[in-house]
């Protein structure tokens, strides 16, 4: 039986009969997607190290190429003398991200933290294990666009885990999937007699 405008008024109408569309849950997505990038970076930083020890390799003529090399600053090649600060920062992003990652019920945000976080975790694994020594590691980089520095899988995660957490930022989207708007609403509704 139904009530105006579709709804059922049985309340066997309303149960769902077919398999169920749960989410995952978000905190999963987050590890997943972590331990996804982190895999991929290091992987496709092994493969680099053997695969390009003879020369650079022309993807998409001069446009894309693969070309191995050694940073042992941060971003751009820059800050070269403090690969130990550089260091330091990195574990403190881990901590960062992990500690938030609790909070976390936005599918946009494990997104956002998982790519950050594995991209973060590439990179210190570099600083941490690779030459000249522990904690002074050169981060291996092999993907060079023209007129940009080369750059790795992890860095494509951090930068367009930035992007998604500037996108969330902008739209007011929290960790938890609340939205400001209905922060203020509630607020709002709360004071009115």
Request: charged residues 20%.
């Given at each position: 039986?139904?009530?105006?405008?579709?709804?059922?008024l049985?309340?066997?109408?309303s149960a769902?009969h077919?398999p169920?569309?749960?989410?995952?849950?978000?905190r999963l997505?987050?590890a997943?997607i972590?331990?996804?990038?982190?895999?991929?970076?290091?992987?496709?930083?092994?493969w680099?190290?053997s695969?390009l020890?003879?020369?650079?390799?022309?993807?998409i003529?001069?446009?894309?190429?693969l070309?191995?090399?050694f940073?042992?600053?941060a971003?751009f090649?820059t800050?070269?003398?403090?690969?130990i600060?550089?260091?330091?920062?990195?574990?403190?992003?881990?901590v960062?991200?992990?500690?938030?990652?609790?909070?976390v019920?936005?599918?946009v945000?494990?997104?956002?933290?998982?790519?950050?976080?594995?991209?973060?975790?590439g990179n210190?694994?570099?600083?941490l294990?690779r030459?000249?020594?522990?904690?002074?590691?050169?981060v291996v980089?092999?993907l060079?666009l023209?007129?940009?520095?080369?750059?790795?899988?992890a860095?494509?995660?951090?930068?367009?885990?930035a992007?998604?957490?500037?996108?969330?930022t902008?739209?007011g989207?929290a960790?938890d999937?609340?939205?400001d708007?209905?922060?203020?609403?509630?607020?709002?509704?709360?004071?009115?007699?």
């Open positions: 039986m139904q009530a105006a405008r579709g709804a059922s049985n309340s066997s109408d769902d077919g169920s569309r749960r989410r995952p849950d978000a997505v987050f997943a972590a331990v996804v990038a982190y895999v991929a970076d290091l992987g496709s930083k092994q680099a190290l695969a020890v003879d020369g650079d390799k022309p993807l003529g001069d446009w894309f190429t070309h191995l090399t940073n042992p600053g971003a090649s800050g070269t003398d403090f690969t600060v550089f260091t330091a920062l990195a574990v403190v992003a881990v960062v991200v992990l500690w938030l990652s609790r909070r019920r936005s599918s945000w494990a997104l956002a933290l998982g790519l950050l976080l594995g991209g973060v975790s210190l694994t570099d600083r294990v030459d000249p020594e522990p904690l002074h590691g050169h980089d092999f060079m023209p007129n940009w520095p080369v750059f790795n899988i860095d494509i995660c951090i930068n367009v885990a992007g998604l957490i500037i996108l969330q902008f739209r989207v960790l999937g609340s939205r708007a209905d922060d203020r609403s509630d607020a709002a509704s709360a004071t009115q007699p």
